[in-house]
């Protein structure tokens, strides 16, 4: 079975500092790849996603993410945060129609 | 702009009561989702439809029913909740073809004392 793996549970950065949040996960084929955020008291807002092709994939805010096959991951990526960003992200692998989600990494700004 | 409503947002209940938690778009989607959302922990797939009359289960095992009568409705029902139910509940939907995003609504948070 497939499954999600966010190393990081929180992780905190400074306004306009880079970041990057780490996705591995498992799954034996050529897995389809989702970010998703979420807000505090919302629902999940989709960041981008990977098929196939292009390995480097551009979201929406700024956002991208590169898949490596070689190490099974899927890492997020924004050069220089704003305090906008603070959420919870979720990385999922999509299998049968069906999507598995990661635990989430909690993204904290600060001034 | 994604159009999928959940009501009630917040609902605190006693112990044995039944609940309906409410979900429609309006976005035409034949494919429809709920998960369970404890907090700090992953989305789990609690149900799903790819169509009127179509439901099946998901990976984590819930006492919820769900029903597809019509395309933009696909609520939940708990016949008596418990404690244990305590969490929060987010609808989601796609259109046909699973390569397609799902959209997320806002989700209802249960609290059943």
């Known amino acids: 079975a497939q499954s999600v793996t966010q190393p990081d549970i929180h992780i905190t950065v400074s306004e306009g500092a880079s970041l990057e949040l780490r996705c591995n996960y498992s799954y034996g084929a050529t897995p389809y790849l989702f970010w998703y955020v979420q807000s505090p008291g919302q629902g999940l807002q989709l960041l981008l996603k990977?098929?196939?092709?292009?390995?480097l994939v551009q979201g929406i805010k700024g956002f991208e993410a590169e898949f490596k096959r070689s190490q099974s991951s899927f890492n997020l990526r924004k050069p220089s945060v704003h305090w906008s960003d603070a959420a919870e992200y979720f990385c999922?692998?999509?299998?049968?129609?069906?999507?598995?989600f990661g635990t989430g990494t909690r993204l904290t700004i600060i001034p | 702009e994604a159009d999928i409503y959940q009501t009630p947002r917040y609902l605190v209940i006693g112990t044995g009561k039944k609940i309906t938690l409410e979900c429609s778009q309006t976005m035409g989607h034949d494919k429809m989702y709920w998960y369970q959302q404890d907090p700090g922990m992953e989305l789990h797939l609690i149900h799903y439809?790819?169509?009127?009359?179509?439901?099946e289960k998901g990976d984590l095992s819930s006492e919820s029913t769900v029903s597809r009568i019509r395309t933009e409705h696909f609520p939940l029902t708990l016949e008596s909740a418990r404690p244990s139910h305590t969490s929060q509940y987010l609808c989601a939907s796609s259109e046909s073809g699973w390569y397609n995003e799902q959209f997320f609504g806002p989700g209802t948070r249960l609290t059943v004392l």
């Open positions: 999922a692998v999509g299998v049968n129609e069906k999507l598995t």
């Open positions: 990977y098929f196939s092709g292009d390995t």
């Open positions: 439809s790819y169509g009127v009359n179509s439901t």
